[in-house]
Each structure stands twice: as structure tokens, then as C-alpha cells.
């Protein structure tokens, strides 16, 4: 009965459908893979990102499996948010199975390759989900501190940030209607002449997270895109409610750009050790920088952040950005805000990049004077 025991098991072992069917947790993934939304034949579909150039229907992937009766039926989910709750819970293995058998039986290229499987300059990259909340770091660089002011007056505001660093600052940014993916425009609203940018790391929530310590926070992340945090310096006008407006720094639409597709963690590694985030206005690096340079880290946002509301699968937290915004003057001495016409380069290393061209917006009709007025009205250049 033993000889028999083992010989099952070396024959599960080789054979990863079967440790699938088998319920085998330990199945890997032959080559790491990205996951995102595309536009395919006129509809958006999710797919497997493999070597950053090419793009695996999931759907058609997994219909093409299911042939082989060793590997068990599993319903596909309809959304990135759906496949992002049930990754845990044989989603993963399914798509290490996909992957695992593409690169087998070697149909990634040539007359081998599937018509479910296309090249990424060939399909409408989508933004990767709309998250159902989205959370924002504010001011979570050093380098971002004080950077309004000159060079002395910056390095004095962030000497004293690192003396007292006190808790993270969380705000909510609008999704649907804000969301935009890679390709898409940054439409500068009219009249609003003071657009600045934010590159940062979204972090993608993979199992609910409440009241979760930091050094727990990790369990609970799907994985990283890159997300751009789009913002509205202008304000509001000074005859009306004082203070500051969060919906119109950070709410426009068009003003949240993310993708291009999201990197599971298993194959990003800890942010905390690697991150490198940069951003470029038509060529022109604007900012760069990594995780050393963060106030709070990733975990303490999330361990912050699920003190105060429960966040879920699909949910995004972003890291904040570093210095060198168009609001900045300590970095190049004076503002400098987008312009029509100009195109917007974000990128993190091992994610991928997203490019956006910003573009203006045509007048509105009329209204009632209860509209958001152009900066002009009341803001000298």
C-alpha cells in the first residue's frame, strides 16, 4: 500500500494537472505573468500578460484547457475585481495551469501560437479594474515636503517631518468617470490652468483588510500597477465656503490614470526594497524616485487606512508622490503646470509604464454662476 502511496505521488507531481485536480497548493507559474484588461474584438476582456509583449485571453485560454479532461471546469470571472477576490481561491492555479501549458507545449510563437493569444501592440490596453474606493497618500514623500518653497526652505520642512513623522494622511479619489487607462487622454478641465502630476504606486487589495497591523498588511495586497495622481491646483474661488476642496484638486474626470495592467506580488517582490518611480513630461524627467524616500511605507498605509474603513479586493491604496510636482519650486525654481498638446510618461520599474496625452477642454454652456469658474477669475498667473 506504501509502494503504491508514493508512486501516486510521484505521479501527481509530474503532472500539474493532476496535482491541480489533486488540490496541490504548491503548483508555480513556469514564467511570471502580468494581468490586465484589453480591448478585443469590441469588447473588454480579461488577459494574461506574458513577457510584456504579449496578451493571453483568459476566457479562450481557459476554454482551450477545459479540453483536457484532467484539469477540472472553473468558471471565469467577469471582471478584474471578481478574479481579484477569488485569485486565493483557485483562481491562481488556474493561471499558473494556463501559463504552465503554454509555455509547454511551446505556443507562444510561430504556427503554434493560438488566435486567443495577440501581440500587446495589437489590442487596446484598458485601465486593469475600477476599483470600488480608491485611497490616496497625501504628502507621504520627504522630497515632496515644502517643496512649494525654495531648496533651504524644503530640506528644513522635511528635516522636520523626519523628526515627527506622525500618522499617514488618506484621501478618497473619485474612480469611474476619473479612471482612465493607458493611451487615453488627461483632459485639462476649461479654465483650469493649474494641472499638475503625481506618479505613485497603486496598491491593489487582495483579501478584505480591517484593522489590519502593518506588518500583516501584506497578506492582504493582490499586487501593484501604476497609477497617476492627477491634480487641480487652481482651488476655489475666494467669495465662497473657505478652505480647501479635495473634489476639486483631485476629482476631475480623467484625472486618474492606471495600468498598465496590475503585477501580482509573488512576482514584484517587497516595494519596499525596489521601487523606482518616475515620470516624464515630453521627454523631460519630472520626478523620480523610490522607496526611501517614503514617510510611511506601504504597510503603515494600509494599516492606517483599515483602521478607518474596511477595504476589499479590488480596493486601491496609492503611495503618495516625490518632489518634483509642477507645483514644486524647490527642484526647478518656479511652477510649471501641463499644457494641451503635451504627453505624460509614467513608469515604475518592473510594472510597466502608461502614457497620457493631455489635451483641453472646450468651453461649457452657461450656466447659473453656481459652476466651478475658470483660475483666471480670481487667481492672477
Given at each position: 500500500?506504501?509502494?503504491?502511496?508514493?508512486?501516486?505521488?510521484?505521479?501527481?507531481?509530474?503532472?500539474?494537472?493532476?496535482?491541480?485536480?489533486?488540490?496541490?497548493?504548491?503548483?508555480?507559474?513556469?514564467?511570471?505573468?502580468?494581468?490586465?484588461?484589453f480591448e478585443i474584438g469590441g469588447e473588454p476582456r480579461l488577459g494574461?500578460?506574458?513577457?510584456?509583449?504579449?496578451?493571453?485571453?483568459?476566457?479562450?485560454?481557459?476554454?482551450?484547457?477545459?479540453?483536457?479532461?484532467?484539469?477540472?471546469?472553473?468558471?471565469?470571472?467577469?471582471?478584474?475585481?471578481?478574479?481579484?477576490?477569488?485569485?486565493?481561491?483557485?483562481?491562481?492555479?488556474?493561471?499558473?495551469?494556463?501559463?504552465?501549458?503554454?509555455?509547454?507545449?511551446?505556443?507562444?510563437?510561430?504556427?503554434?501560437?493560438?488566435?486567443?493569444?495577440?501581440?500587446?501592440?495589437?489590442?487596446?490596453?484598458?485601465?486593469?479594474?475600477?476599483?470600488?474606493?480608491?485611497?490616496?497618500?497625501?504628502?507621504?514623500?520627504?522630497?515632496?515636503?515644502?517643496?512649494?518653497?525654495?531648496?533651504?526652505?524644503?530640506?528644513?520642512?522635511?528635516?522636520?517631518?523626519?523628526?515627527?513623522?506622525?500618522?499617514?494622511?488618506?484621501?478618497?479619489?473619485?474612480?469611474?468617470?476619473?479612471?482612465?487607462?493607458?493611451?487615453?487622454?488627461?483632459?485639462?478641465?476649461?479654465?483650469?490652468?493649474?494641472?499638475?502630476?503625481?506618479?505613485?504606486?497603486?496598491?491593489?487589495?487582495?483579501?478584505?483588510?480591517?484593522?489590519?497591523?502593518?506588518?500583516?498588511?501584506?497578506?492582504?495586497?493582490?499586487?501593484?500597477?501604476?497609477?497617476?495622481?492627477?491634480?487641480?491646483r487652481g482651488g476655489r474661488p475666494?467669495?465662497?465656503?473657505?478652505?480647501?476642496?479635495?473634489?476639486?484638486?483631485?476629482?476631475?474626470?480623467?484625472?486618474?490614470?492606471?495600468?498598465?495592467?496590475?503585477?501580482?506580488?509573488?512576482?514584484?517582490?517587497?516595494?519596499?526594497?525596489?521601487?523606482?518611480?518616475?515620470?516624464?513630461?515630453?521627454?523631460?524627467?519630472?520626478?523620480?524616485?523610490?522607496?526611501?524616500?517614503?514617510?510611511?511605507?506601504?504597510?503603515?498605509?494600509?494599516?492606517?487606512?483599515?483602521?478607518?474603513?474596511?477595504?476589499?479586493?479590488?480596493?486601491?491604496?496609492?503611495?503618495?508622490?516625490?518632489?518634483?510636482?509642477?507645483?514644486?519650486?524647490?527642484?526647478?525654481?518656479?511652477?510649471?503646470?501641463?499644457?494641451?498638446?503635451?504627453?505624460?510618461?509614467?513608469?515604475?520599474?518592473?510594472?510597466?509604464?502608461?502614457?497620457?496625452?493631455?489635451?483641453?477642454?472646450?468651453?461649457?454652456?452657461?450656466?447659473?454662476?453656481?459652476?466651478?469658474?475658470?483660475?483666471?477669475?480670481?487667481?492672477?498667473?
Amino acid at each position: 500500500m506504501q509502494t503504491i502511496r508514493v508512486l501516486l505521488a510521484l505521479i501527481i507531481l509530474g503532472n500539474p494537472a493532476l496535482a491541480s485536480a489533486q488540490g496541490n497548493p504548491t503548483i508555480g507559474s513556469a514564467e511570471p505573468f502580468k494581468l490586465g484588461t484589453f480591448e478585443i474584438g469590441g469588447e473588454p476582456r480579461l488577459g494574461i500578460v506574458l513577457r510584456d509583449s504579449l496578451v493571453v485571453e483568459l476566457v479562450a485560454a481557459n476554454r482551450a484547457l477545459e479540453r483536457d479532461p484532467s484539469y477540472p471546469a472553473i468558471p471565469m470571472p467577469p471582471t478584474m475585481v471578481d478574479l481579484i477576490g477569488r485569485y486565493e481561491y483557485g483562481m491562481k492555479t488556474r493561471l499558473y495551469e494556463i501559463v504552465n501549458e503554454l509555455v509547454r507545449s511551446n505556443r507562444l510563437s510561430g504556427m503554434q501560437r493560438p488566435a486567443w493569444v495577440h501581440d500587446v501592440k495589437s489590442v487596446d490596453i484598458l485601465a486593469p479594474l475600477m476599483p470600488g474606493k480608491m485611497l490616496n497618500a497625501a504628502v507621504n514623500f520627504y522630497t515632496h515636503v515644502g517643496e512649494t518653497g525654495t531648496a533651504e526652505e524644503q530640506k528644513k520642512a522635511e528635516a522636520e517631518r523626519r523628526a515627527k513623522r506622525g500618522v499617514p494622511y488618506l484621501f478618497l479619489k473619485p474612480t469611474r468617470g476619473a479612471v482612465v487607462g493607458d493611451g487615453d487622454n488627461v483632459v485639462i478641465p476649461y479654465g483650469r490652468d493649474r494641472v499638475d502630476w503625481e506618479v505613485e504606486l497603486g496598491i491593489v487589495i487582495g483579501r478584505a483588510a480591517r484593522d489590519v497591523p502593518a506588518d500583516k498588511a501584506a497578506d492582504h495586497i493582490f499586487g501593484y500597477m501604476v497609477t497617476v495622481d492627477v491634480s487641480d491646483r487652481g482651488g476655489r474661488p475666494p467669495d465662497s465656503r473657505p478652505g480647501s476642496d479635495w473634489l476639486v484638486g483631485k476629482g476631475h474626470d480623467t484625472f486618474a490614470p492606471m495600468g498598465p495592467w496590475i503585477v501580482p506580488k509573488e512576482f514584484y517582490g517587497d516595494p519596499m526594497k525596489r521601487l523606482r518611480q518616475t515620470l516624464t513630461v515630453d521627454g523631460k524627467v519630472m520626478q523620480e524616485s523610490g522607496a526611501a524616500d517614503m514617510i510611511h511605507s506601504i504597510y503603515e498605509l494600509i494599516e492606517y487606512g483599515s483602521s478607518i474603513i474596511t477595504l476589499f479586493p479590488g480596493d486601491v491604496v496609492n503611495n503618495g508622490t516625490s518632489g518634483g510636482t509642477g507645483m514644486g519650486q524647490a527642484y526647478r525654481g518656479a511652477e510649471r503646470f501641463l499644457k494641451p498638446g503635451e504627453k505624460m510618461v509614467a513608469a515604475i520599474e518592473g510594472i510597466g509604464s502608461i502614457t497620457m496625452a493631455v489635451v483641453g477642454e472646450a468651453a461649457p454652456p452657461a450656466g447659473t454662476g453656481s459652476r466651478l469658474p475658470p483660475v483666471s477669475t480670481y487667481r492672477k498667473p
